[in-house]
């Protein structure tokens, strides 16, 4: 067989590299007590092929849907390979659910076994999940599972002899991915082998990957984007992945990492941005890269303290990131470069290209991939990656495919002379003002661009005008609280970013004022999915009753603590 024969899928690949580079290591793991496991390409293959054999013993139905409940870790990697090594489908789960998601996941997949993985109750659902798991389903505990009373992945590796793996035909269903559920129930979408690896296919034309890049997994596996990115690359290529073990930890585990390649959304690019301006203030910034020699050392320690410096091709996708931040990465050495695509065609969809980005867009598409603008002006795609359809919903699946194959991304955009396509915002995030006015949120919160405002979400359906929610990073909101940072200073400053909006924006868009909100907006309180957008609809339900109030006191800053 040719290389790319045996790369087929990404189990084939697994057993590739197996025996290409059976002794190089694939998966480093930390734990709590902060020792690491590092687990080769060769002992990756047969922990795979032990499980796999243990599940056979289990009589499940052919191709059974299997779930996977847990933060990132080797073993949730290992546990997606050895389901399909048993000849089964894949349900990844996000850890952060509630009770009643889980379940309702769980029950609408038919899944027949849950791997429980990584969990502490503290920063995920743990809690509220558990008593909602039924009391049937079969269990296996990888490590760091907080259930001591099911069979363990550890014993199990130890007692089962490894079995001759089922390698899949590319064209079997390999996994179902529950979207993270910004409005109503997630939908299941269906992905086939060939879908997966087509992301793997299609890039290695755009980023020059080797065998030799590192990664760093964090953001939800349960995410098309990690699933894409991290998981399937790294399984393609042969590279070396790391997982972070907590958020206390992370800058830790970044620095040990060094990642070559960097995926992550807009919130957090954002976060390592306030971070570096409340250490080193923005004037401070503009006065020391002026100056050459020093420019050029303290831009590099930037990316160290970071731990980017080894970073070649950094990615962010998922949301619009403001056009400023990315210049700020940019000027700092470091190419970041705004990507596109959906849980529908597994990712595959549109990037800019190492020396060709335009920022403000999401890129061109890849290789293999047509768009267009369709009503609405609405985005479709035809990718590779796309989806078989949804899972138990062929009414939906009918509804956002095209009868010529296109998906109906339900995003709107506009593409330019050149192909670049730039992302304008959700066709269901639109709303009428009580003048009958339509507004698109998305535009307006990317133009506001206060280095303290850690997120946004510009609100007013049927309100006179549009107003706009911002939410101050944690320090600059303890600053303001402990009296450290001068409110009256900050507030002038909200309001002449608030005008600069407003000068680019038509009548009926220009942002009535600004409320500094109290309260932080986090997965846990449901403002925000899994990968860290927001929940527009959640966001403004919160706040629909405070609206007249804000209106009568006619302030340009209103404040809610």
């Not at 997949?109 to 389903?137: H, N, T």
């Not at 991939?369 to 009414?395: D, L, T």
């Not at 959700?426 to 280095?451: A, C, I, Q, W």
Request: hydrophobic share 40%; charged share 25%; proline share 6%.
């Amino acid at each position: 067989m040719t290389e790319a024969m045996d790369r087929k899928t990404s189990l084939h690949c697994l057993f590739y590299w197996a025996e290409q580079n059976p002794d190089k290591v694939y998966l480093t793991q930390p734990y709590p007590d902060g020792t690491l496991e590092d687990i080769t390409w060769a002992s990756a293959a047969d922990q795979v092929r032990r499980m796999a054999a243990y599940l056979r013993t289990l009589g499940l139905p052919d191709k059974s849907n299997i779930a996977i409940l847990g933060k990132n870790s080797a073993h949730w990697i290992l546990a997606d390979l050895a389901i399909w090594a048993a000849g089964h489908v894949s349900v990844p789960m996000y850890p952060t659910l509630n009770g009643d998601t889980a379940a309702y996941i769980l029950e609408h997949s038919e899944s027949r076994l849950l791997f429980i993985g990584k969990m502490d109750g503290v920063s995920d659902g743990w809690e509220d999940i558990k008593g909602a798991l039924p009391e049937d389903l079969r269990m296996v505990s990888l490590p760091m599972s907080p259930r001591p009373d099911t069979p363990a992945w550890t014993d199990i590796i130890g007692e089962t002899e490894p079995a001759e793996s089922h390698l899949p035909d590319p064209e079997d269903l390999a996994t179902i991915i529950y979207t993270s559920g910004s409005t109503g129930r997630p939908k299941g979408v269906m992905h086939s082998f060939r879908t997966m690896i087509s992301v793997a296919n299609g890039l290695r034309q755009i980023f020059p990957v080797t065998t030799g890049e590192r990664m760093l997994s964090y953001l939800p596996l349960a995410h098309v984007a990690e699933r894409a990115a991290v998981e399937t690359q790294s399984l393609y290529f042969g590279f070396r992945l790391f997982f972070a073990d907590s958020l206390d930890t992370f800058q830790q585990d970044l620095k040990r990492a060094r990642p070559t390649l960097f995926f992550s959304v807009p919130r957090l690019w954002t976060k390592f941005y306030l971070t570096i301006n409340e250490k080193l203030p923005p004037r401070k910034q503009k006065v020391l890269f002026r100056l050459p020699i020093l420019s050029r050392f303290v831009k590099g320690k930037v990316l160290k303290q970071l731990g980017l410096d080894q970073c070649k091709v950094a990615l962010t996708g998922a949301a619009p990131l403001p056009g400023e931040i990315v210049r700020w990465y940019r000027n700092l050495g470091l190419e970041l470069l705004e990507v596109y695509g959906m849980s529908e065609n597994f990712g595959y969809s549109h990037a800019n290209r190492p020396g060709e980005a335009k920022i403000g867009s999401v890129g061109v598409p890849n290789p293999g991939v047509e768009h267009r603008i369709g009503e609405n002006n609405e985005i479709q795609v035809k990718s590779a990656g796309q989806m078989i359809g949804y899972f138990r919903n062929e009414e939906k699946t009918r509804e956002d495919i095209t009868e010529d194959g296109f998906l109906k991304t339900g995003d709107m955009g506009e593409i330019d002379g050149r192909g670049y396509l730039r992302v304008t915002g959700r066709v269901k995030d639109m709303f009428k003002t009580s003048k009958g006015k339509y507004v698109v949120p998305v535009p307006l919160e990317n133009r506001f661009n206060h280095p303290e405002a850690e997120a946004v979400c510009v609100v007013g359906a049927n309100q006179p005008q549009p107003c706009l929610l911002v939410l101050l990073s944690e320090d600059a909101r303890e600053d303001v609280k402990q009296g450290r940072q001068d409110r009256g200073e900050l507030e002038k400053e909200l309001a002449d970013e608030l005008q600069e909006v407003n000068a680019g924006a038509q009548a009926h868009e220009k942002l009535a004022f600004a409320v500094v909100v109290g309260d932080p907006w986090t997965i846990e309180n449901g403002m925000l999915t899994p990968t860290l957008k927001i929940k527009r609809n959640v966001i403004e339900g919160f706040y629909s009753g405070k609206m007249d109030e804000w209106f009568a006191q006619r302030k340009r800053i209103i404040w809610e603590f």
